[in-house]
């Protein structure tokens, strides 16, 4: 076909493909440039967001490390940690009584432990989440067992130490 065409014409089909392949070419440079550059450009977004984020919370942990350093220094606070080191020896001469213990056991079974197996991949064993100690069972079961809010309220109980 091309053989019973002009030279005209083979010229101008030369020059269309010529023409053609050159913005092929610089079509696939721009392209390739600007998805280098908007890589290139989220990526320093990105760092610079970290850096942001980063410097932000190193702030925030210096001011709070600064306040729990300018508290722990203060005679109420001091004594207060003497007082609860006291009342945590004093819960721990004191161990539940086997009806609460029996209860201690039962929240663990019956509420906490199916509420927890729902957001976990795996089953959870009642003795990875009883605290060991006899202290932090009486609390345990002074602050959610023996407590009257619903669960999902727990919270909302006030602690009083006895001998206030």
């Known amino acids: 076909m091309l053989g019973r065409l002009s030279i005209q014409s083979k010229l101008i089909l030369l020059l269309l493909a ?33 850096v942001g984020k980063t410097a932000t919370l190193d702030a925030m942990l210096r001011s709070l490390r600064d306040e729990v350093i300018s508290l722990s220094d203060t005679r109420r606070v001091v004594e207060g940690m003497r007082d609860l080191r006291t009342a945590f ?12 213990q029996a209860r201690l056991d039962d929240f663990y079974a019956k509420d906490f432990l199916p509420q927890l197996g729902q957001v976990l991949d795996v089953r959870p064993e009642p003795a990875q989440y009883m605290p ?26 006030t602690l009083t130490c006895p001998h206030e």
């Open 132 to 157: 060991a100690g006899v202290a932090g069972r009486v609390l345990q079961y002074r602050a959610i067992v023996a407590n009257p809010h619903p669960y999902g309220e727990k919270q909302e109980l």
């Open 89 to 100: 020896r004093e819960l721990s001469a004191r161990p539940l009584s086997a009806a609460e």
């Open 18 to 50: 010529v023409t053609l392949a050159s913005i092929a070419a610089v079509a696939w440079i721009g392209y390739a440039s600007g998805r280098d550059s908007l890589a290139q450009a989220t990526a320093d977004r990105l760092t610079a967001l970290r």
